[in-house]
């Protein structure tokens, strides 16, 4: 069974410098791995996803995560933080698996922007 | 295309009282679930669909009912409200392709949300 564990519940950053946002996964199969935004009472947005292509992914908004699989991580980083970025990110997996599977969400991790 | 619906945005209900959220998709999407988000839990899978007339439970299906008799709807059904339902809820749906004959997933595309408040 896949999971998800994203290392960090809460990251404050100052506006300009860079963001990092950890995520590890656990998965049978190769995984398809996705990033989500989700803004304050807003619904879920998708910033990038990883589908066994370049493990480099460029998402929106400037973006991007490495799929490093000896290390089953998908971090998601940002060279310099908005204080539009800050929201809640959600790192999700889903198996290539047999045909039932579905995606399992990280518990998230709550991004503020310091002016 | 106006993606995923759902009705209503905002539902007050009373502890045994039943209701059905509705979730519909316009995009010809084979896979829709249900997720309920609680805070600092995440999204949790309540029950999901693979086709129409295919429904299976997720993580926390218990207290839920689902149907799926077309491609486009993906309603679900609280049989009796309790306080431990009040959450706010999410549809999605997904396309779904095949890479070396095994189904793969596609991102989810989530609607705006339901914030339900059961007292």
């Known amino acids: 069974a896949q999971s998800v564990t994203q290392l960090d519940s809460h990251v404050s950053v100052s506006e300009g410098t860079p963001v990092l946002l950890r995520c590890n996964y656990s998965s049978s199969y190769s995984p398809s791995l996705f990033w989500y935004v989700q803004h304050p009472n807003k619904g879920l947005q998708l910033l990038l996803k990883?589908?066994?292509?370049?493990?480099l992914v460029k998402g929106i908004n400037g973006f991007e995560a490495e799929f490093k699989k000896s290390e089953t991580s998908f971090h998601l980083t940002k060279p310099s933080a908005h204080m539009s970025d800050a929201a809640e990110y959600f790192c999700v997996v889903s198996d290539r698996g047999d045909y039932g599977q579905n995606f399992v969400f990280g518990p998230g991790t709550r991004l503020s922007v310091l002016p | 295309n106006a993606g995923v619906t759902q009705t209503p945005k905002f539902q007050v209900l009373k502890t045994g009282q039943s209701m059905t959220l509705q979730c519909a998709q316009d995009m010809n999407h084979e896979y829709m679930s249900w997720y309920r988000q609680d805070p600092g839990m995440g999204l949790r899978l309540i029950h999901y669909s693979v086709g129409a007339g295919i429904t299976d439970q997720g993580e926390v299906p218990n207290g839920y009912n689902v149907s799926r008799s077309t491609t486009e709807d993906f309603p679900l059904r609280l049989l009796s409200a309790a306080p431990s339902q009040t959450s706010v809820y999410f549809c999605a749906s997904s396309p779904t392709g095949t890479t070396s004959g095994r189904a793969t997933r596609n991102e989810q595309f989530f609607g705006p949300g339901t914030r339900l408040t059961v007292l």
């Open positions: 990883y589908t066994s292509a370049a493990t």
